[in-house]
């Protein structure tokens, strides 16, 4: 059957982010120009890594990093944005999302520079106060400061704010329906032409395939999944996942598989993942459960891969809704 000139033509976008790539889904009828979408999509995605790149020596992050502590620092308003969200879910899970582990991030190899076992061993010794405890935020004013010495890492949520900055920008052109994500965290808006929710896939925890676990059905949602299957170091023998345990200084030793939680926001998704990550599927799924998050953990059981669903949408079976 021909095309008829009414039928909504598919829009397929992409460009490098953070060290990985962004993608835009998304339908249009009549004559686009993709051009001026694509760019607005890509200067969203830059934006949030020239403010929260800890990769990046001159980024705002990095800047609130060396400055000395007791003093304000100007900060741009997206980073506050990302830094107040990430105060709020630190504490609200006790301290298990803890964006003050750059420290440890960096002596484990998860950074721009190898393990060092020097480094290391400093993590560890070193006696942790959360971040939501020691970092300052005044909104209004749009500054923060520091009442302890800590190093802010943003890698459990910027590329969840990330995917959040690329629904905007397609909003901003009138696109209430689509598809955005950066590396498997992703966020659907509306519905698709044909009126049915967006599908997406729950990898299964494998590191050498890209095979889905189950499907999702999104709408007007986001998730987000952190596991230990794709970002790794080999340090000596062992080979340790890049989530890190702000109890101890070092990367998590027993964790799931993986964590995938549905939320309003993919920073929230973000975010949320990486604390019921640290948290377990015990201890996790209890905070999930009184808080009415909606959270798939898979866990390692031998050779098979055992999932525990908490929420209504994870527990549903193997398709998934997101309501309005």
């Not at 021909?2 to 909504?8: A, N, T």
Request: with cysteine; charged share 20%; glycine share 10%.
């Amino acid at each position: 059957m021909s095309k008829m000139s009414s039928d909504p033509d598919r829009q397929a976008l992409s460009g490098h982010t953070m060290g990985t790539r962004w993608s835009a889904l998304f339908y249009t009828t009549g004559t686009f120009d993709p051009a001026p979408v694509r760019s607005a999509l890509q200067a969203a995605v830059d934006e949030v890594d020239e403010q929260m790149s800890s990769w990046k020596p001159n980024s705002d992050l990095m800047r609130l990093n060396a400055a000395p502590m007791g003093r304000w620092v100007g900060v741009p308003a997206r980073l506050m944005t990302v830094l107040r969200i990430a105060l709020e879910i630190g504490c609200s899970s006790a301290g298990a999302f803890d964006i003050g582990m750059g420290d440890a991030v960096s002596a484990w190899g998860f950074g721009s520079s190898a393990a060092d076992w020097a480094l290391i061993r400093k993590a560890l010794q070193t006696p942790r106060r959360a971040a939501y405890e020691v970092l300052e935020l005044n909104v209004v004013g749009g500054e923060a400061r520091k009442s302890a010495p800590i190093v802010l890492d943003l890698n459990g949520i910027a590329k969840g704010y990330g995917v959040d900055r690329l629904a905007e920008a397609l909003r901003g052109f009138g696109i209430t329906s689509g598809l955005v994500g950066i590396d498997g965290e992703m966020r659907a808006l509306g519905l698709r032409p044909d009126g049915e929710p967006w599908t997406i896939a729950v990898e299964e925890p494998d590191p050498t395939s890209r095979a889905p676990h189950s499907m999702l059905v999104l709408q007007d949602a986001a998730v987000a999944t952190s596991g230990d299957y794709r970002h790794w170091v080999d340090v000596g023998d062992r080979r340790l996942s890049h989530t890190m345990d702000p109890r101890r200084g070092a990367p998590l030793t027993r964790s799931p598989a993986s964590v995938s939680v549905v939320a309003r926001t993919c920073a929230e998704a973000d975010a949320w993942a990486t604390a019921l990550m640290v948290l377990g599927p015990g201890e996790g799924a209890e905070l999930a459960k009184r808080l009415r998050l909606d959270a798939l953990f898979l866990v390692r059981e031998g050779q098979a891969i055992r999932p525990r669903a908490v929420g209504a949408l994870f527990a549903a079976g193997p398709l998934k809704q997101v309501a309005r």
